[in-house]
């Protein structure tokens, strides 16, 4: 999906777990060897691609291997000018990686892009890396049953398909699943580092990659150079109450959406007040679930394809539009937009689930998820029963989970973590909670932020700027109490149409919202973190 986003752009059986200690030190791996990427955007942009060998179990390095998937923008830099590498994670955790070097060559300073090896790589399991994992192919092919049971055969149904995706993936990866946990991708990381011949790395991770980074600097102490985290997670609730704090705070930028939609009324005609407003929006949620758009988007489809609004502002005006153009009776920008930010991927799933569900412990008594889930809902219906599905098959699992890795401030030198307040996607007091973790670390806040990921991928020049002169030479925003600096939101979206709702053209509005140059770059088509 981000290879579209890009050319837009640039024109149950029990298995055993894995040992909880730190990695056996391996010999040093076989340097990687650069080739020209098979990808045709990846070669067009300069990058270099390679495949390293990672072992399976870092606990026994001399045992069964796995390919880690790279691409590379080398350094051009004069050698006294350069800076070493920088591994950049898009987060996830799911999400393949190398089409983050791509973007990030484009919409980094050209300074730091002629200094660094800017190397984005695909975890584990994702994306080109080998094997690829896949449990269901067909686990989310529309149109899906409504995720907000009405009767108790409808949460029975649900839960049994959350039960049958967790022993598929025991099927056909049983040999992976204890060995899908963060600790081991911070190995990688480690593997990575030693491959490339580098004493030190810098790191740049959004998202789950901001939990990564962390992970990696506490299993490795004296291997970063710099570290930027990005949209940080909060280290003392993964994984399960992240996805309570998650569908609460999606909720609440849901709400700024309908705010925002009421505000451009004349455009939209959805309402004049944000109540109004959702309430157009859930008579719009009960019309596909009668009859789903184009025979495609159910109720399930819809709201993966609204959860885009709540992780970024940069999609408010295509999805109002669609919205729209459904109360007017074309469904067809409805499609458009869920066959643009919302297609199926079981890869994604699939490694998602195998890491978190290992990661921690999860409840494994049913009760437990049903009470929370309908006080969710009750408070947060936007995404609150999706959410608890999506991660329904952590119930179930069949690796035994956690407990989740410390995190320890002395074996982290320095890093600068980044914070929109109002990411839904990693709600703020995460940044906050990792930042007292790391009392060498400086905090920069985006001030009214409410999309996930900023660095680089804003145009927010205040907050690059920090970014950029910590990557540049390590110098950090001076300490003071609360965030070491603060920097406003760029402003919010305007409609893609000027003109009335009633006369636009919702289908071409929707189509043509992709991101030109100079405009915001979102995560989802980078990856879409949770």
Known sequence: MF??????????????????????VAAAPAAIAWGTCSEPLLASLGLECAKADVPLDHAAPG??????????????????????ALLVNVGGPGQAGRTLAAALTVLMPSDLVTRYDIIGYDPRGTG??????????????PVQPDTVPRTLADERAQIEVA???????????????????TADNADDLDALRRALGQDRISYLGYGYGSYLGAVYATRHPGTVARMVLDSVVRPSHVWYRHGLDHATAMNDRARDFFAWI?????????GDTPEKVERAYYAARDQVRARPAGQVVGPRE????????????TWWPMLAAALSALARGDAQPLVDAYRYLAPPDDNDYAVHSATQCADAPWPRDWDRWRRDAWRLHLRSPFVGWTHVWYNAPCAFWPVPAGPAEPISGRAVENALLVQATKDAGAPWPGALELHAKLPTSRLVLERGGMSHGVSFLRGNACVDGY?????????????????????????EPVPAAASNAATADAGTAAKGAAPVVGAPVSLLMLGRTR
């Open 467 to 491: 970014v950029a002169a910590y990557l540049a030479d390590g110098t950090l925003p001076d300490d003071r109490p609360g965030a070491d600096a603060a920097c406003d939101a760029p402003p």
């Open 302 to 313: 819809f709201d993966g394809t609204y959860l885009a609004a709540g992780y970024e502002t």
């Open 3 to 24: 290879l579209r986003l890009l050319t837009a752009f640039l024109t149950v059986s029990p298995l055993a777990p894995a040992p909880a200690a730190t990695a056996a």
């Open 63 to 84: 045992g069964r291997t796995v390919k880690i998937a790279l691409a590379r923008k080398a350094a051009t830099a004069p050698p006294e000018r350069r800076l070493g």
């Open 163 to 181: 039960r049958g995706y967790a022993a598929a993936c025991a099927a056909r990866h049983g040999d992976l699943l204890p060995h899908m946990r």
């Open 262 to 270: 009421a505000r451009h009324k004349s455009a939209y005609a959805l």
């Open 128 to 141: 080109a890396s080998e094997p690829r994992m896949s449990c269901d192919p067909a686990r989310f092919a």
